[in-house]
C-alpha cells in the first residue's frame, strides 16, 4: 500500500489497570468508555485509527501490563502482538508491545507502563520492537516501539511518557527520544503524553506583522499560564530561566528545532487550527494545553493529511487527556 493514507493514534488513558472494575462501576464505566472512544465506532471507517500508541498503563509488572494491553487491544478488535504464534506456552509480555517501565514505583508497587497496538490486517515486523526505560535511555517512565508493515509500506510506531515532575528530566529525555527517532533513518511517528508545552513556531500573519516586523514567527500555541493564579504542581510546568511567569517549552524546542531534533509536531504540520488535549477534567488545576501529541521524523514533512483531537462527551468522560489523531501518506522513500 505505497503511498495510502493511514491514521495512528496517541491516548492517555488514566491510571488503566489501577482498581478493581469488578468492584467499582464507575472505573467498570470509564473502562468501557475508553474502548468506544477507541475503537470509533461512530466514526466514518476512513477516519478511525490504523494504529494506537497508549499511555499510562499501569500495573505491578510487566506482566501485569502486558495482560491488560492484551485485554485492551482484543476490545477494540486489535492485535498487541510483535511476535506470531505458534508460541511453546502462553503469550507472555515478551511477545506484546508493552514497554519495560524501570521508574519509581508507589507504594503499591504500581508503574506507569506504555503500550502499542494495530489492526489485525497490519503486520508487525519481526525483531523490530524495543523497549526503552531509565537504565539505558533515562526515560522517566519508557517508550515503546515497533515497526508495522502497512502491506509494502513501514512506518516505525513509538508510544512514549514523559516525566510530569521534572522540568529538567524533560529536557534529558528530549535529547534521547531524538536520537531514538531518528536513529536508523526508518519512518517514525511518536505517540505520547508530553507533559510540556509545544515549541514550534509558525508565520505570523501579515495583517500582524507589520506591527513587529523582526517578529515573522510565533509560537504555535499560546502560552496558557501567564496570568493565571498561583497552585503547587504549576511549578512543574514553568520555566524557571524566562523572566515572568512562563510555560516550559525547551524540552519540546529539542524535538522540533531544525538543529537539534528535526522532528515535526503532526498538528502544527497538517495547519489545522490546535485544539487542547487537557483542562477538561474536573481535578486538573492547570490551563488548557495541548500536552498530547505525535511527532513524526521528517520523512513525514509534508506528508501530514490532517490531524484532531476526540473530543466528543465520552472521551471527556473516559479520560482526563482527549485522544488524538494523525492522518499521514505512508511512502517508500522521504518525499
Keep these: 500500500m505505497p503511498g495510502?493514507?493511514?491514521?495512528?493514534?496517541?491516548?492517555?488513558?488514566?491510571?488503566?489497570?489501577l482498581g478493581d472494575p469488578g468492584l467499582d462501576q464507575e472505573l467498570r464505566d470509564r473502562r468501557d468508555l475508553q474502548v468506544r472512544?477507541?475503537?470509533?465506532?461512530?466514526?466514518?471507517?476512513?477516519?478511525?485509527?490504523?494504529?494506537w500508541s497508549v499511555q499510562e498503563i499501569v500495573a505491578t509488572s510487566e506482566e501485569a501490563a502486558?495482560?491488560?494491553?492484551?485485554?485492551?487491544?482484543?476490545?477494540?478488535?486489535?492485535?498487541?502482538?510483535?511476535?506470531?504464534?505458534?508460541?511453546?506456552?502462553?503469550?507472555?509480555?515478551?511477545?506484546?508491545a508493552v514497554a519495560r517501565a524501570e521508574s519509581w514505583a508507589s507504594r503499591t508497587g504500581h508503574r506507569?507502563?506504555?503500550?502499542?497496538?494495530?489492526?489485525?490486517?497490519i503486520e508487525a515486523v519481526p525483531g523490530t520492537f524495543q523497549s526503552y526505560g531509565r537504565g539505558r535511555s533515562r526515560l522517566w517512565h519508557c517508550l515503546a516501539a515497533v515497526e508495522l508493515d502497512y502491506g509494502g509500506s513501514r512506518m516505525r510506531a513509538c508510544s512514549w511518557h514523559a516525566d510530569v515532575f521534572d522540568p529538567q528530566w524533560r529536557?534529558?529525555?528530549?535529547?534521547?527520544?531524538?536520537?531514538?527517532?531518528?536513529?536508523?533513518?526508518?519512518?517514525?511517528?511518536?505517540?505520547?503524553?508530553?507533559?510540556?508545552?509545544p515549541a514550534?513556531?509558525?508565520?505570523?500573519?501579515?495583517?500582524?506583522?507589520?506591527?513587529?516586523?523582526?517578529?515573522?514567527?510565533?509560537?504555535?500555541?499560546?502560552?496558557?499560564?501567564?496570568?493565571?493564579?498561583?497552585?503547587?504542581?504549576?511549578?512543574?510546568?514553568?520555566d524557571p530561566t524566562a523572566s515572568g511567569v512562563r510555560g516550559d517549552r525547551r524540552a519540546d524546542r529539542i524535538l522540533v528545532d531544525p538543529q537539534f531534533g528535526q522532528l515535526i509536531d503532526t498538528?502544527?504540520?497538517?495547519?489545522?487550527?490546535?485544539?487542547?488535549?487537557?483542562?477538561?477534567?474536573?481535578t486538573d488545576r492547570h490551563p488548557p494545553r495541548r500536552v498530547d501529541r505525535i511527532y513524526g521524523t521528517h520523512h513525514f514533512r509534508g506528508r501530514v493529511a490532517g490531524f484532531e483531537a476526540i473530543s466528543t462527551d465520552a472521551a471527556k468522560r473516559a479520560?482526563?487527556?482527549?485522544?488524538?489523531?494523525?492522518?499521514?501518506?505512508?511512502g517508500d522513500t522521504p518525499p
Excluded at 502486558?66 to 515478551?94: N, Y
Excluded at 498538528?267 to 474536573?282: D, F, I, K, N, Q
Design 4 to 17: 495510502e493514507l493511514i491514521v495512528h493514534g496517541s491516548a492517555n488513558l488514566l491510571n488503566r489497570g
Design 37 to 51: 472512544v477507541l475503537t470509533q465506532a461512530d466514526a466514518p471507517a476512513e477516519q478511525r485509527a490504523h494504529s
Design 267 to 282: 498538528a502544527v504540520e497538517a495547519g489545522r487550527p490546535l485544539e487542547c488535549s487537557t483542562g477538561h477534567w474536573p
Design 319 to 330: 479520560s482526563d487527556h482527549l485522544p488524538v489523531l494523525a492522518h499521514v501518506q505512508l
Design 171 to 197: 529536557i534529558s529525555e528530549a535529547y534521547q527520544i531524538a536520537w531514538i527517532a531518528n536513529n536508523g533513518n526508518v519512518p517514525t511517528l511518536i505517540g505520547c503524553d508530553s507533559n510540556s508545552l
Design 66 to 96: 502486558a495482560r491488560e494491553l492484551i485485554q485492551l487491544a482484543d476490545a477494540c478488535g486489535m492485535t498487541c502482538f510483535h511476535t506470531q504464534p505458534p508460541w511453546d506456552a502462553a503469550p507472555t509480555s515478551k511477545h506484546v
Design 200 to 238: 514550534s513556531r509558525v508565520g505570523v500573519p501579515w495583517s500582524r506583522r507589520w506591527r513587529r516586523p523582526w517578529q515573522p514567527t510565533t509560537w504555535s500555541d499560546p502560552d496558557p499560564y501567564p496570568g493565571t493564579g498561583w497552585f503547587p504542581d504549576r511549578v512543574h510546568q514553568l
Design 112 to 121: 506507569f507502563y506504555v503500550g502499542l497496538m494495530w489492526r489485525p490486517d
